[in-house]
């Protein structure tokens, strides 16, 4: 049994198919890059995968627990964290109020009313900084932050919840080249540590040669391709969908 | 058989009416969205400038209806005026900024107009030619108001052809969908508003004109129009001209035919369908789904737990506090009684906004239960007074609670709308529930048992249970509860995706606000003996908004001396003149557009600058 | 390329929120050319052409039009120097008829800029001529992609930005819509196109100005780009 199970993923918006039959699996250390021309329907597999959207049809299995019909917060709590392609952090808090925000979400603190949070979980969450480079930083305010940082805090904050996936929407977009690769470095070093699984988007090719263990390429909602990365670059009809067909 | 007909027709009177005054709103919204408060404001100076026309040119045909028609104009004029200096100010500025804003406006509008008119109630002039009835079937029924009926569907035609046989026209119904993407082609975007302004100020102005010959004009048209017009636009769709005729029948026929059956709670019906319609259909009857969903106010810095001496300083002023009566005057104590129930009053509702980036309209409702509460309790069911004052938190969050169900399910400028609606539930409950609130009479007799009845006494007791109030609602604020709903309002995306089911956090914390309100109304009642209904009107809301406001959304101190500055404020002007909602008005005004992070947000940020400089 | 260009653009930055988009972004568009502004998705295209157009309020740099500086005004007086938008995702007004899309579009005319008449428009889109009082929400894309062209040419522009004119339409409509450029150029027009296409941008435009990251990679000749195999590889395909 693979740790994610995708099948037959189908859904539509107003009679337009924007995923059709979308299948494929992903193991625990793997780091699976999603990618395709504009419109493709990445960020609505995306959306099917977290349970943002529903899907019309098909099947999200991890470890074999069905995700399809969840809500968001329960697919999270099964063990699926995500980052957003603009970073949704909370900016009037600090970057360790962050963390322990979500460690007592993920431990059902949430409702205390009396004890101060701020003495819950304060080292688990500097250590989880630490991790991502931001542990200097706990205790400035995430609004102020510089967007690759924003970035980290947002891993940091995926992380706190210690899932079994997680899906990376566009995790470089916005940042500094040199950040990009630091940031990507950072990630498949988790993967290995943890034993995560990683589905991320991304744009930037240099990103996703230079560290997706496998690739799927989308194309008007369908899986035209699947790999490792030399094998799809190749790929003549990746190639069509990347440079255009004659007008 | 014929009684019904003409219920049916007076309800269709009703209904053109309301469409006059909500189409001027839905239009207003649709181009500008900005919700304006003072639209009741332009329907009422169309109400008075169309008496005094008609007492001096009004008694010919010619001269009446020209003189309606001037009326309107000079309403069109005066809300054309109102977005060059106001509005174009604040198209950037959180909703509640721009609803304090046009409510400022109403206050001024409402001295302005009792300065100009006088105090009393002016009886117009019977329309010319119009002044008898017709018999329907052995019933009569005033023959102008037979006149309004047509009016509406008139009115309605003009409006169509206008916005689809101009360029004008066209160019409001495109704005109205897409307002960047009409500027993007070149479209002057300012001119376009005024424009806006001017017809849709008019079109109340013209309803407000048209009262005259059938009701007695007073200072309070405006907010009754403008709170039923609200829900006739949000009933319909915001912005949507159609939505507000067809709501406008519906809500017309509503009440002509709710007062047969419910005569004691006709208000209630409507603003029951409201809430009805808007959980049923979110975006109203004919409502489109808005593509960007209004702002929230702006987030600042982090709330930090003061260290130090300043973390004693709440404690310090306490003990100051309660030191007062060895040195003050009684009526040093009653104001100071007040301003503590205030600031209770105002960091309740501070919770909501300042914390859960809810902008309540309506949080009197929850001050004025607790109020009525703790009234009936003491006097109907003659309850010692701990127990009345048990009682009054209680009754506030159960209200809240009900109410918090509908309301959270919306963000934004319906948040407010619906608050808005719970209030003016809660308001015209006791206003026409006679037989247990005493309605407009209200409540007397309300007084403190005998061992609290000294002014020192009452003033130790009321600090004791507010001090206490608000040392708890400042140790939500920093408790994990207090942070799940920060997150919310932050960012509801990454509040969601990390398990926090925001709708019910604000839940519970719109109820938390509700019951330490309602504790403020409790004790508010038995410091002045009485309670009216005026307590849970929409006044009563911006007052605790504007308190808010004062001291500053981002900081946890910011209501307290947000109340404390309000407060004296009113005592010491109310002292000197009767303009004193002119000058809040004023005040307002010049907040909103001068410190929008609060007086106590600009202050601390001045300390900032200074220490980075 | 002689004199002083239609449009130039130098040093543009952008900001979504705290996403830096546009990292810096130089590009020249002379009278009556057509620069195609190619790059993968995400790479900045649309965010310059907003930026251009002034709907951006985070950006940095300036934007020169007929030696004029507009990165300081707003949208509606940049329309209306001449500089006609487009936008990717269209933005027809879905209530209004075919005939009022138009009107909301329609400007004086400008000296030194075709001057187009919904008349004039119906004949260069035919489509458009037979649903006149079709409301824009029951059209199908490539019917709004035209009806969209047509209402910013109502604005008599000199300049066109056209954000992924091709994207999600069919064959035959992205060729009419390769044909319908190639009239406008002949007419005078001026035009920044943005495109992933390669083939359809190679069809009409005549110089290339390739975006990666928020920066200009390769400037030159479109053929030079269609030679260039390198930089079609290192910035356009995986």
């Not at chain 2, 008075?48 to 008694?59: F, K, Q, V």
């Not at chain 2, 001037?70 to 509640?96: H, I, Q, T």
């Not at chain 2, 609602?473 to 926090?500: K, M, N, T």
């Not at chain 3, 390669?198 to 920066?215: M, N, P, T, W």
Request: net charge neutral.
């Amino acid at each position: 049994m693979k740790r994610l199970e995708v099948s037959g993923l189908e859904r539509s918006f107003g009679g337009v198919k924007a995923v059709r039959g979308v299948s494929f699996g992903l193991d625990a250390g793997e780091l699976l890059a999603l990618i395709g021309p504009n419109g493709a329907g990445k960020t609505t597999c995306f959306n099917l995968l977290n349970g943002q959207l529903r899907a019309d049809a098909g099947s999200v299995r991890l470890d074999g627990t069905e995700l399809v019909g969840l809500p968001p917060r329960r697919v999270w709590r099964l063990g699926v964290g995500r980052t957003f392609q603009i970073t949704a952090t909370f900016p009037t808090m600090t970057v360790a109020e962050n963390v322990q925000t979500v460690l007592l979400s993920c431990r059902r603190r949430l409702s205390g009313l009396w004890r101060p949070a701020a003495s819950f979980f304060r080292e688990e969450a500097v250590a989880l900084l630490d991790r991502v480079g931001m542990g200097a930083q706990a205790d400035r305010p995430c609004g102020v932050l510089a967007y690759g940082d924003l970035k980290r805090v947002e891993l940091a904050m995926a992380l706190a919840s210690d899932p079994k996936l997680l899906l990376m929407d566009e995790p470089t977009a916005g940042m500094a080249p040199n950040e990009r690769l630091e940031l990507m470095a950072l990630t498949a070093s988790l993967v290995r540590e943890r034993g995560l699984a990683v589905l991320f988007t991304e744009h930037d090719m240099d990103v996703v040669f230079g560290h997706a263990t496998r690739i799927l390429v989308l194309d008007r909602g369908q899986v035209i391709a699947e790999g490792p990365p030399d094998a799809v670059r190749a790929d003549p009809r990746v190639q069509a969908v990347y440079l255009g067909s004659a007008a | 058989m014929s009684f019904y007909l003409v219920q049916f027709l007076s309800g269709l009177a009703t209904a053109a009416t309301l469409f006059l005054v909500s189409s001027g709103l839905t239009i207003v919204f649709g181009v500008t969205r900005i919700v304006n408060f003072a639209h009741g404001s332009f329907y009422m100076l169309g109400a008075y400038i169309g008496w005094s026309l008609a007492e001096r040119i009004g008694s010919t045909p010619l001269g009446f209806w020209g003189g309606v028609l001037a009326a309107a104009l000079a309403a069109g004029v005066l809300g054309a005026v109102m977005e060059v200096l106001l509005l174009r100010r604040l198209y950037r500025s959180p909703e509640l900024f721009q609803l304090l804003a046009t409510f400022g406006v109403v206050l001024v509008v409402q001295d302005v107009a009792s300065w100009i008119w006088g105090p009393e109630d002016l009886l117009g002039r019977r329309a010319p030619g119009l002044r008898g009835s017709v018999e329907i079937l052995d019933q009569v029924f005033p023959l102008y108001d037979l006149v309004l009926i047509a009016l509406g569907p008139l009115v309605l035609a003009g409006l169509w052809l206008m916005f689809h046989r101009t360029r004008w026209g066209t160019l409001i119904r495109a704005a109205t969908q897409d307002r960047e993407m009409t500027a993007a082609l070149g479209v002057e975007p300012g001119r376009l508003f005024t424009g806006v302004l001017f017809l849709g100020s008019a079109l109340a102005g013209l309803g407000g004109a048209l009262q005259v010959p059938r009701e007695a004009i007073n200072l309070g048209m405006d907010m009754g129009i403008v709170v039923e017009a609200f829900v006739v636009v949000v009933v319909g769709g915001m912005g949507s001209l159609m939505g507000a005729f067809v709501a406008s029948l519906l809500i017309g026929q509503l009440q002509a035919f709710g007062i047969l059956v419910f005569p004691e709670i006709t208000l209630v019906l409507v603003f029951l369908f409201m809430a009805v319609v808007l959980v049923l259909r979110p975006y109203g009857l004919l409502g489109r789904a808005e593509e960007a969903p209004p702002t929230a106010a702006s987030p600042g810095p982090p709330l930090s737990a003061s260290t130090g001496i300043a973390a004693w300083a709440p404690l310090l002023l306490l003990a100051l506090l309660a030191l007062v009566p060895l040195f003050a005057g009684e009526y040093a104590l009653i104001v100071l009684t007040e301003l503590v129930i205030l600031a209770l009053f105002a960091a309740s509702l501070h919770l909501l906004i300042g914390l859960g980036g809810l902008v309540s309209f309506g949080h009197a409702a929850y001050f004025g239960l607790g109020a009525y509460g703790a009234a009936l309790l003491a006097t109907s069911w003659a309850a010692p007074m701990p127990l009345a004052l048990a009682g009054a938190p209680l009754l506030g969050g159960l209200g809240a609670l009900i109410a918090g169900w509908f309301c959270v399910r919306r963000s934004g400028l319906y948040f407010a709308m619906l608050t808005l609606a719970f209030a003016q539930i809660a308001w015209s409950v006791t206003f026409q529930w006679y037989g247990v609130t005493g309605g407009d009479n209200g409540i007397l007799g309300v007084w403190p048992d005998p061992w609290a009845s000294g002014k020192t006494a009452f003033y130790l007791l009321t600090l004791g249970l507010c001090g206490g109030a608000l040392f708890l609602l400042r140790r939500v604020a920093f408790a994990p509860f207090g942070y799940a709903l920060r997150a919310g309002r932050d960012s509801p995306l990454r509040a969601e995706a990390v398990g926090i089911d925001v709708r019910r956090t604000q839940w519970f914390a719109f109820t938390l606000a509700g019951s330490a309100a309602g504790l403020a109304g409790g004790l508010y009642a038995f410091s002045k003996g009485s309670v009216f209904p005026t307590l849970m009107s929409v006044p009563t809301s911006v007052d605790a908004l504007v308190m808010v406001l004062m001291g500053g959304v981002q900081t946890l101190a910011g209501p307290v001396v947000g109340a404390a500055l309000f407060h004296l404020l009113r005592t010491e002007i109310m002292s000197l003149t009767d303009l004193w909602r002119l000058i809040l008005g004023l005040v307002i005004i010049g907040l909103v557009l001068a410190f929008p992070k609060g007086v106590v947000g600009f202050a601390r940020d001045l300390v900032q600058r200074g220490r980075a400089a | 390329m002689t004199g002083e260009p239609l449009l130039r653009v130098q040093g543009l930055q952008a900001w979504y929120g705290r996403a830096h988009i546009l990292a810096g972004v130089d590009l020249a568009v002379g009278r009556g050319e057509v620069l195609a502004l190619v790059g993968r998705n995400g790479a900045g295209k649309s965010t310059t052409m907003k930026a251009v157009m002034g709907l951006l309020d985070a950006r940095a740099g300036s934007v020169t039009f007929e030696g004029r500086d507009v990165s300081a005004l707003p949208p509606h007086r940049i329309a209306r120097l001449g500089i006609g938008y487009v936008p990717e995702d269209r933005r027809v007004f879905t209530e209004l008829t075919v005939e009022e899309n138009l009107e909301v579009g329609r400007q004086p005319p400008r000296p030194g800029a075709p001057h187009w008449t919904p008349e004039k428009l119906y004949a260069l889109f035919p489509n458009l001529a037979e649903m006149r009082g079709r409301r824009g929400g029951r059209m199908s894309g490539g019917e709004q992609q035209m009806l969209t062209l047509a209402r910013t040419l109502m604005g008599n522009p000199s300049l066109l930005l056209l954000d992924e004119p091709s994207e999600g339409l069919a064959p035959r409509i992205v060729q009419q819509m390769a044909e319908a450029l190639r009239a406008l150029k002949a007419e005078g027009l001026s035009i920044l196109l943005s495109e992933q296409n390669l083939a359809f941008a190679g069809a009409v435009a005549d110089r290339a100005s390739v975006i990666e990251k928020g920066v200009i990679r390769f400037d030159g000749p479109m053929q030079a780009l269609m030679k260039e195999e390198s930089i079609r590889r290192a910035y356009l395909a995986v």
